[in-house]
C-alpha cells in the first residue's frame, strides 16, 4: 500500500512531518524562574576542597580567580581539582619554559606565590578545570572519548578507552566521583594541559602526518590558519531577554580551524611516499577540475599543474585547502551526535531513525563537505566525510527514508579516526591545539567531480548555528543551559545575546536588531537550538556557497503568537540595492491549523497527508521535519548509551513538531556568488515580535520534480 501510494502521487510530495494537535505552537521553552543563587547546604565542592589538604595549591587558584563562591553555592558543578604536586610541577614547567613567548610566562619566581599574583593565569587555570554541568567518570567519561566543556569555553578531551580517565591525554583522574551537593569532584595527578600551540606549530610536532604538513607548508596555506581572535571592539546596547533578565554576552570572538589530514600511513596505502607522490596525486584528482568545479570557471580562473604551490588554484593547494574548515571543533561536536551529553541533558533531537550530519564550508573557494554519522552502527558512533547513498533524500516508501534496495551505497566516504573506532597504527586523533583541532583520516579527502554529482545532489539543509562559524569557535553552538548559566554569573541560561557586529556573514541594518541565540532546550528546531531576534529588525545573512544548479530554496519557522511579520529579500552582496524581494510577507502569527496553511495531523489521513501535503505545497508551505518529532523527556526509545535502537521506528504524540517550512521559490545558485538573505520587519511598532533563522534547505530541482520518488519526511 504505502509503495503504490508512492507511485500514484508522482509529483504529489509527502513533505512530511509531524504535527499533532494544536496543543503548543510556541518555538519557545517556557521561561524558568530562575531566582538568584543561595548557599548550599551539606558539604558543596568548596568544602570538600577546603577539607583537603593535598589540595590547597588548587583552592588558592580558585580563591584567586574568583570562583570559590561558585563552588559554594547552588548549582552543578564538574571539578578537576590537581594535587598540591601536580600544582608544583605546573609551575615549575611554566617557569622554566624555554620557548615561551613571555618570559617564564610572565611569572615573577618558581613558586606558588608568583602563580597566584598572576591574575590572568590564575583565571585560566581555574576555569579551564571547571565545567558547568556534573559528569561522572562512570557514564559521561567511561570508554571511549570525548570533549568536556569548561568555563574557559575550551574543551578538555577525555579518553577512557585505557581503563583510566585521561584528559587532554595528560591528567589521570586518580580520585574520581566524589559526588557533592552542588556537582562532583575529580582529583587528578597534573594539572590540565591547554596546548597554547597553534595550528602549523602543532602539525609540526606530529611526525604521523609529514607528508601533510610538508604540503601545508609549501602551499603557504600554514600562514592562513594563525590568527587566534578578533580584532573587532564588541558593545551591546540591550543585553535583556524578554522577561527583563540580563543574558550572557561573549566579550570576544575567537577564529578557529579545524584541519582534516591524512596520516603518512594513509598516504603510503594510496602510493604516495613523499611530497612529490602527493603533488602528482592532486594532478591527477584536480587537474580537471573545470570540468566540474565551477567557481574557478566562472571567475576566469585557470587551474594550475605548476610549482607555484601558493596559487589557490594549483592543484596541490586546491588538495590542502579542502582539508580546512573556518571552524574548531572536537570530535564531538563535528555532528549534533547522540552522546552521553545529550541523553543526559534530553534534547537530542534525531528520531525516528534520522542520521545526524552537517554541512561546512571549506578554505578551497566556494566549496563545502559533508559530515555523516550514519546508523546503525552498534556500538560505535563513525564519522564520516562525503558519505553517499543513491537517491539519499529521496523514499520509495512514506514514513521512512526509503528501502534498503533504493539507497545503495555509491561513495563509502572518509571515515574519521575517533578513539572509540579508530585504524590500527593511528597515534594521534581528535588534536587540540590553541585555535583549533587536527583530525586523523582513515582515507583520502578530495572534492572530485563525484563530490559534485553525488554528495552535494541531494537536498542541502544547511543549520544557522554551523554555517555561522562564531556559534562553534566561541564554545555556543553545543552549550547547555546551566554552562551559559554559569557563564552568566548564575543569572539566565536560556539565551546568549550578542552585539550586532558579532558575526562576519550577519549584517544590521539599523541599531534596533537584537540578536540571540536560544541555547539548545526543548525547541521545536533541528538541531534543538536556533538564531533567532526581535526589534524593528532588519538584518541580512550570507548564506553558505552550493555547487550551480537550480534550487528550490525553503526556510523553516514556527508559528507563535509572539511571532513577527517580515519580508524577505535575496541579493548577490549585502548592500540593500541588490536585494531582491522573495514572495509575500510571512507572518508567522498564523496558526499552524490556520486553512490558509492547510496543515492536517496525517496520520489521521486514509492516504497518510498525501493529499494534504499536496495543498500545503500549492500554498508555498510544507511539514516541518519527522526527525524531531519528539522529545526525550517524553519518552525515549534510543536509550541504549552508543547503540540507535529501532532505527525506523514511526511515532507520534499528541504534543509532535508544530513546525513549518515556507517555500521562497525557485532559482538559479551559482557557485561563485554570494547570496545574501534579508529579514525585515513589516511591523515597525511591534519591537517585541521574533523572527527565527534556524535552518535553510537548497533542493536541487530534479530532486523535487522527481516522477518516481518522493522526497523523504526526515
Not at 569532584?185 to 595550528?199: A, F, G, K, T, W
Not at 531513525?353 to 546503525?376: C, H, R, S, V
Not at 514572495?583 to 495531523?601: E, F, H, K, N, S
Request: aromatic share 12%.
Amino acid at each position: 500500500m504505502k509503495n503504490h501510494l508512492i507511485n500514484m502521487s508522482r509529483r504529489i510530495f509527502a513533505f512530511g512531518v509531524i504535527g499533532m494537535a494544536m496543543a503548543a505552537v510556541t518555538g519557545c521553552n517556557p521561561e524558568p524562574d530562575e531566582s538568584d543563587l543561595y548557599t548550599a547546604t551539606g558539604e558543596t565542592a568548596a568544602d570538600y576542597i577546603n577539607r583537603k589538604p593535598e589540595l590547597s595549591s588548587f583552592e588558592s587558584v580558585l580563591v584567586k580567580a574568583g570562583l570559590q563562591r561558585n563552588l559554594s553555592s547552588y548549582g552543578e558543578y564538574t571539578c578537576f581539582i590537581p594535587t598540591n604536586d601536580a600544582v608544583a610541577a605546573y609551575i615549575d614547567k611554566l617557569y622554566n619554559d624555554t620557548e615561551a613567548s613571555i618570559p617564564h610566562n610572565g611569572l615573577s619566581d618558581n613558586s606558588l606565590e608568583a602563580l597566584i599574583s598572576n591574575d590572568s593565569l590564575c583565571n585560566d587555570i581555574a576555569k579551564y578545570h571547571l565545567h558547568a554541568n556534573e559528569s561522572l567518570t562512570t557514564i559521561e567519561m567511561g570508554g571511549g572519548s570525548g570533549s568536556i566543556s569548561t568555563m574557559l569555553r575550551i574543551p578538555i578531551a577525555s579518553d577512557g578507552s585505557t581503563g583510566k580517565i585521561m584528559l587532554n591525554q595528560v591528567a589521570t583522574i586518580i580520585e574520581p566521583d566524589s559526588i557533592v551537593t552542588n556537582g562532583v569532584v575529580h582529583v587528578i595527578d597534573s594539572v590540565i594541559p591547554r596546548n597554547s600551540r597553534l595550528l602549523p606549530e602543532e602539525m609540526d610536532r606530529l611526525q604521523e602526518f609529514s607528508i601533510f604538513n610538508e604540503a601545508l607548508q609549501l602551499t603557504g596555506l600554514a600562514d592562513s590558519i594563525r590568527k587566534t581572535k578578533k580584532d573587532a571592539v564588541y558593545t551591546i546596547s540591550d543585553r535583556n531577554d524578554t522577561n527583563g533578565d540580563p543574558l550572557y554576552v561573549p566579550d570576544e570572538c575567537k577564529i578557529m580551524y579545524t584541519i582534516f589530514a591524512e596520516p603518512d600511513s594513509v598516504m603510503k596505502l594510496n602510493g604516495i611516499n613523499n611530497i612529490d607522490d602527493l603533488i602528482d596525486y592532486a594532478n591527477r584528482i584536480y587537474g580537471d577540475a573545470a570540468s566540474w568545479y565551477d567557481y574557478p570557471v566562472e571567475k576566469g580562473y585557470t587551474i594550475s599543474t605548476g610549482d607555484d604551490y601558493t596559487n589557490r588554484f594549483n592543484t596541490l593547494n586546491m588538495f590542502v585547502a579542502y582539508h580546512i574548515l573556518y571552524a574548531g571543533m572536537p570530535e564531538d561536536e563535528l555532528v549534533y551526535e547522540r552522546n552521553s551529553k545529550w541523553r543526559k541533558e534530553g534534547y537530542w533531537n534525531y528520531t525516528n531513525g534520522a542520521q545526524p550530519f552537517d554541512f561546512y564550508e571549506t578554505m578551497l573557494p566556494n566549496t563545502i563537505l559533508k559530515i555523516w554519522q550514519p546508523f546503525p552502527m552498534q556500538s560505535k558512533l563513525s564519522l564520516y566525510i562525503n558519505r553517499c547513498l543513491a537517491f539519499n533524500t529521496l523514499t520509495d516508501e512514506l514514513g521512512t527514508m526509503g528501502t534498503e534496495s533504493l539507497h545503495q551505497v555509491v561513495r563509502e566516504g572518509v571515515k574519521i579516526n575517533r578513539s572509540s573506532d579508530k585504524a590500527s597504527g593511528c597515534q594521534n586523533f581528535n588534536i587540540q591545539t590553541f585555535n583549533g583541532y587536527i583530525h586523523s583520516l582513515q582515507g583520502m579527502l578530495v572534492y572530485d567531480e563525484q563530490v559534485v554529482t553525488g554528495v552535494l545532489h541531494e537536498r542541502l539543509r544547511f543549520d544557522s548555528t554551523t554555517f555561522l562559524v562564531e556559534f562553534i569557535n566561541n564554545g555556543i553552538r553545543m552549550s547547555t543551559n546551566s554552562e551559559v548559566k554559569a557563564l552568566n554569573g548564575g543569572g539566565s541560561g536560556n539565551r546568549v545575546a550578542f552585539p550586532l557586529n558579532y558575526f562576519d556573514n550577519v549584517v544590521s541594518y539599523t541599531s534596533e536588531n537584537r540578536f540571540r541565540y536560544n541555547v539548545k532546550g526543548a525547541y521545536n528546531a533541528w538541531q534543538s537550538d536556533t538564531f533567532q531576534g526581535w526589534g524593528n529588525y532588519d538584518l541580512a545573512i550570507k548564506l553558505p556557497p552550493v555547487p550551480t544548479n537550480h534550487y528550490e530554496f525553503r526556510i523553516f519557522y514556527t508559528p507563535m503568537s509572539h511571532g513577527g511579520m517580515m519580508q524577505f529579500y535575496m541579493g548577490t552582496n549585502s548592500k540593500l540595492q541588490s536585494m531582491m524581494a522573495l514572495d509575500i510577507p510571512l507572518d508567522v502569527r498564523i496558526p499552524i491549523d490556520d486553512p490558509r496553511i492547510g496543515w492536517t495531523v496525517f496520520t489521521e489521513e486514509d492516504d497518510y497527508g498525501v493529499s494534504t501535503d499536496a495543498a500545503m505545497r500549492n500554498r508555498g508551505y510544507m511539514r516541518g521535519l519527522y526527525s524531531y518529532a519528539d522529545h526525550a523527556e517524553r519518552g525515549d526509545l534510543n536509550t541504549t548509551p552508543g547503540i540507535i535502537n529501532d532505527e525506523r521506528n514511526m511515532r507520534y504524540t499528541t504534543t509532535g513538531n508544530n513546525s513549518l517550512r515556507r517555500i521562497m521559490g525557485r532559482m538559479e545558485m551559482k557557485q561563485s556568488d554570494e547570496h545574501w538573505f534579508r529579514i525585515k520587519s513589516v511591523i515597525s511598532d511591534a519591537t517585541d515580535l521574533k523572527w527565527q533563522f534556524d535552518y535553510i534547505e537548497f533542493v536541487p530541482l530534479d530532486i523535487v520534480d522527481n516522477d518516481t520518488y518522493s522526497e523523504d519526511w526526515f
